[in-house]
C-alpha cells in the first residue's frame, strides 16, 4: 500500500510561501486538506482517561515567543513554487 493512501494524502496543487528559520531562504510549503479522521480516536482516548480518573501533568507556555525575522525580500510566489522540491517523489 502505497503512503499516499495509508495518510490519505492527496496531491497538492496549493502552496503557501513560508521563511524558516533553518533554511533562510523563502520556500513553498504544499497546502493538504485537513482530515478529521482522528477525532474519534482522541475523544474515545479522553473518555477513557476520564473514566479511570487519570491525571496528566500540566504543562506550561514559553514565557516569551519570538517574532520571525526575516533577512530576505519576498519574492513572487510562481518563482518559488518552481523550485520547490519533494523529498518524496521516487528517484528512478
Known amino acids: 500500500m502505497s503512503l499516499n493512501k495509508l ?11 513560508i521563511f524558516p528559520k533553518t533554511k533562510k531562504a523563502w520556500v513553498a510549503q504544499p497546502v493538504f486538506e485537513k482530515s478529521f479522521a482522528f477525532v474519534k480516536e482522541l475523544v474515545d482516548e479522553m473518555k477513557e482517561c476520564h473514566e479511570s480518573d487519570l491525571k496528566l501533568p500540566k ?7 519570538p517574532r520571525k525575522i526575516v533577512t530576505e525580500p519576498k519574492p513572487p510566489k510562481d ?7 519533494s523529498r518524496m517523489v521516487k528517484k528512478n
Open 7 to 17: 495518510y490519505n494524502i492527496s496531491i497538492c496543487t496549493r502552496y503557501k510561501v
Open 59 to 65: 504543562q506550561k507556555a514559553p514565557a516569551h515567543i
Open 79 to 85: 518563482e518559488i513554487i518552481k523550485m520547490h522540491k
